[in-house]
């Protein structure tokens, strides 16, 4: 059983930075893709980023150049550095990992950007 463990998130002013990390427990990170989307009250879950085998990175117009994934084999973990914070992207953010037929979800982390 493959666990999605995040951590970060918070309060910040507009134009802050924050960092959210997700670890994963039971495989090898780098072996799958992973994934960030958020939701927003009353809007979709929406894609922000990806990265796949640790190392190709895409990401929605709205956060291209604000927002950067990484990967640390070291820790098994996937991180998300969001700089020039803005309040449109309030929402709770999730990670997704998914390798073939497996695919999995983190719990979930309020990020919110407000003066």
């Known amino acids: 059983q493959v666990q999605l463990v995040q951590s970060g998130g918070g309060l910040v002013q507009p134009g802050g930075s924050l960092r959210l990390s997700c670890a994963t427990v039971?495989?090898?990170?780098?072996?799958?893709?992973t994934a960030w989307y958020r939701q927003s009250p009353g809007k979709q879950r929406e894609l922000v980023a990806t990265?796949?085998?640790?190392?190709?990175?895409e990401y929605i117009d709205s956060v291209k150049g604000r927002f950067t994934m990484s990967t640390s084999d070291a820790e098994n973990t996937v991180y998300l550095q969001m700089n020039s914070l803005k309040p449109e992207d309030t929402a709770v953010y999730y990670c997704?990992?998914?390798?073939?037929?497996?695919?999995?979800w983190g719990q979930g982390t309020q990020v919110t950007v407000s003066s």
């Open positions: 990265i796949s085998r640790g190392a190709t990175t």
């Open positions: 997704n990992w998914y390798f073939g037929e497996y695919n999995f």
């Open positions: 039971g495989a090898r990170i780098r072996v799958g893709t």
